[in-house]
Every structure is written in structure tokens, then in C-alpha cells.
């Protein structure tokens, strides 16, 4: 019986490198068990990093409004959804990668108007 051998290693150096570029980023990060996660590396250290990792809250706020109006009106029952960022040691032998977080950028705002806009097909 032959066994197969596991070629994926973690290259703890090239790791710690990567955190110290992407000090104070927002990222996601790439557990061993698959798991992943995002936050804010906050500081690097030989063997771990300490990461900032949201938290969602949801709040509801309900108004003093009787039943019978209640069903009717759409502004009685508001979410407020709040972000807020816990810290957490992640040792540095535990992550398989990470990675910036995508952020789409607006597109460029002509100003005052587009070039096209001074054109006069009249």
C-alpha cells in the first residue's frame, strides 16, 4: 500500500511577510480547516498576528404604534445593522493565505459635466 504524500506545506515566512505588507488592510483571511474570516491586522509578531474581526450587530426598533396601524405602515419595524471589530490572536501556523478584500471603486466623475455633454447636435 502506497501512500499518497501531502505536498502542501505552509510557508510560515512568506506569511509573515504578507502581514506586514498588509498592515492596517482590510483582508480575508484563510484558515487550515477551510474556515475563513476578514479583518484588520493590527500588529505583526514571530508567531502570530492580532487581527480586528467584524462583528455584525442587528438592532430592531419597533415604535408605539397599536397592532391595527402597525401592519399597515412600513416604518414601524426599522433594522440598523452596526459593524464593530473585536481583536483575535490568529497564530501564524494556522493560516493557509490571505488576501486583500475587493473593493469596487466608483467611476471617474467628469467634471463639471461629461465631454461628451458640450456637443450640440441641434
Do not use: W
Not at 66 to 95: A, I, S
Amino acid at each position: 500500500m502506497k501512500f499518497k504524500r501531502n505536498d502542501y506545506h505552509i510557508d510560515v515566512a512568506s506569511l509573515y511577510n504578507k502581514c506586514k505588507n498588509f498592515l492596517y488592510y482590510h483582508i480575508i483571511f484563510i484558515m487550515k480547516d477551510g474556515s475563513t474570516f476578514d479583518g484588520i491586522v493590527t500588529s505583526v509578531e514571530a508567531n502570530r498576528i492580532i487581527v480586528l474581526v467584524g462583528k455584525d450587530i442587528i438592532k430592531t426598533e419597533y415604535k408605539n404604534i397599536p397592532n391595527e396601524q402597525r401592519q399597515y405602515d412600513e416604518d414601524n419595524h426599522r433594522f440598523q445593522r452596526y459593524r464593530r471589530f473585536e481583536p483575535k490572536d490568529v497564530p501564524l501556523t494556522d493560516l493557509t493565505g490571505l488576501y486583500l478584500l475587493p473593493y469596487i471603486s466608483p467611476q471617474y466623475a467628469y467634471y463639471p459635466y461629461h465631454p461628451a455633454y458640450h456637443l450640440d447636435y441641434a
